[in-house]
């Protein structure tokens, strides 16, 4: 039988690279079949070019992606940068001519840092040609300067400042740099406290005294509120006695007549969702990073250990309580004097915890962090403190870092 004569076309072509079969010439020899390739090549050397420099950028996007999937999973999760609170940096300091009032606040857990920014949205709202500046750092030179001037201090500990404030409380106790300053001073202090305490409301009271001793004017009493009761009421009850009193020194007749609504400072983080391997290594690489007994246990790395010894210290027939603990710090390297203080890490009940989790309608190993900053580093304009734990899953954050029992403050969204 006479073989059949065909030319093969670049279909052919691609599909015979395609699927790496044989190209046989009309004779059926492989010779004739290599010289009806390379005749067919050079005929149609335009589509072979597109064709070579296809698959070179093909296996060129292969690469490139295998190995930008490798290198993405070999990236550790990133813990939250822990950064001492700052606040938006103001504007360089001009003198336009407005009578300048100035807000401080010391706070921990963001309270009243979130009433000092509620009240100088309002002021600024009442009072249009008067500057109102947030200020929680620069107080030793600024404050020297200043003649109106409102505090929002909490109290912690014995009747300790806030890591923000401790600076400043010590600067302005110790009295080396009080001076004739505080006399130009109308000042007015809320205070953040809670009556449970022995010593409520202690740093409010005191700088209250000192500034009314040197010389500075009260525009109204030291407001003292009490979270244990409702600490919004409290505030907004100082507040009203504040207005009338910056009415009088402040107020131009073009000024807003109509309060502005009061809303909480409802802190705002960006959240953060990591895969569940590379999330539950971090975790545990967080609770197990004081295991080579190098790092140091501090508020945010507490040590987990055991009660040693536990006794109660009034006898059976007294109504009273006082149980005697101790705990067994052996081997973490920490050391206890009379007099250190003591901080215990509650977790919630596992029944709280698995019913919050269900409220949430998430799983359990949902591992996050949340983050203060935008994606670009810049800060979001929420609190000027850091996150308040760090990642973890969803059980832990629960478990650890949510107060699920307490009712939520009454005007947080
Ligand atoms: C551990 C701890 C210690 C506290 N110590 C005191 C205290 O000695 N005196 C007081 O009046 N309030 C004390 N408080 C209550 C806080 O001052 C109060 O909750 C305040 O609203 C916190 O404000 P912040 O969120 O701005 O930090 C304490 C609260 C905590 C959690």
């Known amino acids: 039988m006479e073989p059949t004569s065909e030319k093969l076309s670049p279909f052919d072509l691609v599909a015979a690279i395609l699927k790496g079969v044989k190209l046989d010439g009309s004779d059926g020899s492989p010779e004739a079949g290599r010289s009806a390739v390379v005749a067919l090549l050079m005929e149609n050397r335009d589509l072979v070019m597109v064709l070579t420099t296809s ?22 999760v990133e813990p939250p940068k822990l950064v001492l609170p700052k606040a938006a940096p103001e504007p360089e300091e001009v003198d336009d001519g407005k009578k300048k009032v100035s807000v401080f606040f010391g706070t921990q857990t963001g309270t009243a840092e979130g ?104 525009l109204v009493s030291v407001g003292l509120g009490d979270d244990d009761q409702c600490i919004e009421d409290d505030f907004f009850a100082w ?37 569940q391997a590379d999330g539950s290594i971090l975790e545990s690489s967080l609770a197990n990073g004081h295991a080579n007994g190098n790092a140091v246990y501090d508020a945010q790395h507490p040590c987990r250990a055991n009660v040693a010894v536990r006794k109660e210290l009034h006898a059976p027939a007294s109504d009273r309580s006082c149980t005697h603990l101790e705990f067994d710090i052996s081997g973490t390297g920490l050391a206890y004097e009379t007099g250190d203080h003591v901080g215990v890490y509650c977790e919630n009940l596992i ?16 591992y996050f962090s949340i983050h203060t900053d935008k994606e670009d580093g810049t800060p979001l304009s929420g609190s000027s403190l850091p996150p308040p734990f760090p990642p973890c899953s969803l059980r832990t954050a629960l478990t650890r870092y949510a107060d699920l029992l307490s009712s939520p403050r009454r005007y947080a969204d």
């Open 55 to 76: 698959v070179a950028v093909l296996i060129g996007c292969v690469v490139v992606l295998a190995w930008r999937r490798g290198s993405a999973k070999k990236k550790p």
């Open 115 to 218: 009433f000092a920014k509620a009240f100088v949205e309002e002021a600024k709202a009442r009072y249009q040609q008067k500057r109102f500046v947030l200020d929680d750092e620069e107080y030793e030179e600024k404050l020297k300067k200043e003649t109106l001037a409102f505090f929002f201090l909490a109290s912690y500990g014995d009747g300790e400042p806030t890591d923000n404030a401790a600076r400043f409380y010590k600067w302005f106790t110790e009295g080396k740099e009080r001076g004739d300053w505080l006399k130009n001073l109308q000042y007015g202090i809320f205070g953040l406290g809670n009556r449970q305490y022995e010593h409520f409301n202690k740093i409010a009271i005191v700088v209250d005294n000192i500034m009314a001793e040197q010389g500075g004017k009260r």
């Open 239 to 275: 507040r009203e006695l504040v207005w009338p009193e910056l009415d009088t020194l402040l107020r131009d007749e073009d000024d807003a007549t109509v309060a502005t609504p009061y809303t909480a400072a409802v802190l705002e983080y960006r959240v953060v969702f990591h895969d």
């Open 351 to 366: 029944e709280t915890v698995e019913e919050a989790e269900r409220l949430l309608n998430l799983p359990p190993e949902t």
